[in-house]
């Protein structure tokens, strides 16, 4: 492309790639339109007002941890135990962060604060292909942002929906609808289970939960995280040294 | 106001995840076995969390063929395991269990 043209078209530039980064999320946020509703429709039932759901919706923005707080608050967890659960929830996150930076790193910081905070399972999704993927990421940055912005509008759009529908249906909540969040979650962990390692950390993950269903503040899930993802960690270092002298005699 | 304190906390600890590394902008690297021990980070909670949601949905252990969350939750994982997709998994186990629950009574 001339250079000329491209100062003259910078600014259409931009749009178009926000355009492109809000598209490339459509699938996403056809999959995340019920789960903001149903986030909505069970706040009330699960002692969160309509306010406080919109606001962590608007504040905190992590679907699933979201999700799981109203779990533990419905079972009556005190806050601190609630904030670690999301904390130890959202550690993925982590993962998603330490792939992109190389490709962001240049950026001012008030980008990447901004950035930081659309961080989504599905954001990330959409973004990695432009931005690993592609050579030219010069304006990927915006990109991002229209991907961000068309997924925190539709997450903040239906849970004002939910909040709606809960308090023109309050049975709703004997419907079982929860069980769309275990649904969601059963579609999650599935695609994860290809090696031996991954099939041990949440074989000893499920079992420990149950055993430790009766610890207050529903600890237990937790203590059942930490020993699935030490049991992975440790299956996944044994196989390792394993075949490590297998490699070396070929 | 303990609900002001929780959406803050929740806040900070969710940002605070996802600023760091964009925050020091690669200046730091991560050890190999923390990076691994990271990818255990999503099965192992959500597992933790299913698994009780779906064998004691009303708070006691329900195992008998009876309980739709226990019967959708298996259609799910095998549809999931079948296809391998998000949406599918999610609308055949939602109309697993709606059936269950309204066409079956259970």
């Known amino acids: 492309m001339n250079c000329n043209v491209m100062n003259q078209d910078n600014a259409s530039l931009k749009r178009r790639e926000m355009l492109d980064g809000a598209k490339a999320t459509v699938p996403l946020i056809i999959g995340a339109i019920p789960f903001g509703i149903i986030f909505g429709t069970l706040a009330g039932p699960s002692g969160l007002s309509a306010l406080g759901a919109l606001a962590m919706s608007v504040f905190v923005f992590a679907g699933s941890a979201q ?67 592609q050579d030219n990421t010069e304006h990927a940055h915006w990109f991002y942002l229209g991907s961000w912005l068309a997924m925190y509008g539709n997450w903040v759009l239906c849970t004002g929906l939910g909040i709606a529908l809960g308090e023109l249906f309050p049975d709703m909540t004997d419907w079982g609808l929860d069980f769309a969040m275990s649904v969601t979650f059963i579609g999650m962990v599935v695609p994860y289970l290809k090696s031996k390692p991954m099939w041990g950390a949440v074989i000893v993950s499920g079992v420990i939960a149950m055993a430790t269903i009766g610890m207050p503040h529903k600890l237990g899930l937790m203590v059942a995280a930490l020993c699935g993802i030490s049991t992975g960690l440790s299956l996944h270092l044994l196989l390792k040294r394993q075949s490590a002298p297998e490699i070396t005699h070929e | 106001m303990s609900e002001a304190l929780l959406i803050l906390g929740m806040f900070l600890v969710t940002f605070s995840v996802r600023y760091v590394l964009f925050g020091v902008a690669g200046k730091v690297r991560f050890p190999l076995w923390l990076t691994t021990g990271l990818s255990f980070v999503p099965p192992a909670v959500l597992t933790a969390i299913i698994v009780p949601a779906v064998l004691l949905p009303r708070g006691e252990l329900w195992l008998q063929s009876d309980n739709p969350w226990l019967l959708a939750g298996v259609f799910a994982a095998l549809v999931s395991f079948w296809r391998r997709d998000l949406l599918t998994t999610i609308v055949a186990g939602m109309l697993c269990f709606m059936l269950l629950r309204f066409g079956f009574g259970l």
């Not at chain 1, 799981?68 to 959202?90: E, K, Q, R, S, Y």
């Not at chain 1, 330490?98 to 008030?110: E, F, S, T």
Request: no cysteine; hydrophobic share 60%; aromatic share 10%.
């Open chain 1, 67 to 133: 999700f799981i707080a109203l779990g533990l608050l419905a079972a009556g967890a005190a806050t601190p135990v609630i904030i670690a659960t999301t904390f130890v929830v959202n550690l993925r996150h982590i993962l998603y962060a330490a792939n992109l930076v190389p490709k962001i790193a240049h950026l001012p910081h008030r980008w990447r604060v901004m950035m930081a905070f659309g961080l989504t399972d599905e954001t990330f999704a959409a973004v990695s292909n432009r931005f690993l993927l």
